[in-house]
T-cell receptor
Framework: NAGVTQTPKFQVLKTGQSMTLQCAQD?????MYWYRQDPGMGLRLIYY???????DKGEVPNGYNVSRLNKREFSLRLESAAPSQTSVYFC????????????FGQGTRLTVV | GQQVMQIPQYQHVQEGEDFTTYCNSS?????IQWYKQRPGGHPVFLIQ?????EVKKQKRLTFQFGEAKKNSSLHITATQTTDVGTYFC??????????FGKGTKLSVIP
C-alpha cells in the first residue's frame, strides 16, 4: 500500500536548470496538491488539481508549472530554477477536494545553488 | 480573505507538562483538520472536526471546535518525547484548497 509516492527524495540543481518532480497516488483520489515548506512559513500551496484534467494556481505559483497526467499522477516542473526555490516540496492527495483527510508524500528536498 | 492565526509558533515543554495549540479564524469555518509532522517527516492527518462545540479525544490528545466555529484547539496531556513535531491546522480556504496555518513547533525536554 504505497499511498503517495514522490520522486526524487533529494535534488541539487544549478541556477537556471530545469527539473520535474513526480508524484503518484494509488488511492484513486480525485484531488492532488503541490506544497512547498520553508522554515517559519508553514505549508504553502503551489498548484492543485481538483480532478483529472483540471489544474489551478495556489498561493505561490510563480516559477512553476504542473501537469495532471492522469488520475494517478501530478507532476511539478521548474523551468529555470532559482535559489529562492530551495525548499522541501510535498505532494498530497485527497478523495475529493478540501475539508477531508489528505495524504502526503515523503517530500523532496531541493537545493538550488 | 480568510485569516487564520495559529499560536503559539513555538512551544518548549518539560516532559510530562501539558501543551495546547490554537487556530483562530476571522470567519466561520465549515470544518477543520489537524495534522502532525515529525521532524524530517511529512504531515500526517490526525482528526477532522465538523460540528460546533465538537470535542474529540485520541488517547492523550483532545481536539475542540469552538461554538462559533471560529477557533479550534489541540491539547496534549502529559507530553512525551514522541509528541515532538509541528502541529498544523487545515482550515480549507476554498472547496479544493487545503490551507494550513503556519504550525506550532513542539519541543519536549526529557
Amino acid at each position: 500500500n504505497a499511498g503517495v509516492t514522490q520522486t526524487p527524495k533529494f535534488q541539487v540543481l544549478k541556477t537556471g536548470q530545469s527539473m520535474t518532480l513526480q508524484c503518484a497516488q494509488d488511492m484513486n483520489h480525485n484531488s492532488m496538491y503541490w506544497y512547498r515548506q520553508d522554515p517559519g512559513m508553514g505549508l504553502r500551496l503551489i498548484y492543485y488539481s481538483a480532478s483529472e484534467g483540471t489544474t489551478d494556481k495556489g498561493e505561490v505559483p510563480n516559477g512553476y508549472n504542473v501537469s495532471r497526467l492522469n488520475k494517478r499522477e501530478f507532476s511539478l516542473r521548474l523551468e529555470s530554477a532559482a535559489p529562492s526555490q530551495t525548499s522541501v516540496y510535498f505532494c498530497a492527495s485527497s478523495p475529493q477536494g478540501a475539508n477531508t483527510e489528505a495524504f502526503f508524500g515523503q517530500g523532496t528536498r531541493l537545493t538550488v545553488v | 480573505g480568510q485569516q487564520v492565526m495559529q499560536i503559539p509558533q513555538y512551544q518548549h515543554v518539560q516532559e510530562g507538562e501539558d501543551f495546547t495549540t490554537y487556530c483562530n479564524s476571522s470567519t466561520t469555518l465549515s470544518n477543520i483538520q489537524w495534522y502532525k509532522q515529525r521532524p524530517g517527516g511529512h504531515p500526517v492527518f490526525l482528526i477532522q472536526l465538523v460540528k460546533s462545540g465538537e470535542v474529540k479525544k485520541q488517547k492523550r490528545l483532545t481536539f475542540q471546535f469552538g461554538e462559533a466555529k471560529k477557533n479550534s484547539s489541540l491539547h496534549i496531556t502529559a507530553t512525551q518525547t514522541t509528541d515532538v513535531g509541528t502541529y498544523f491546522c487545515d482550515f480549507g480556504a476554498g472547496s479544493y484548497q487545503l490551507t494550513f496555518g503556519k504550525g506550532t513547533k513542539l519541543s519536549v525536554i526529557p
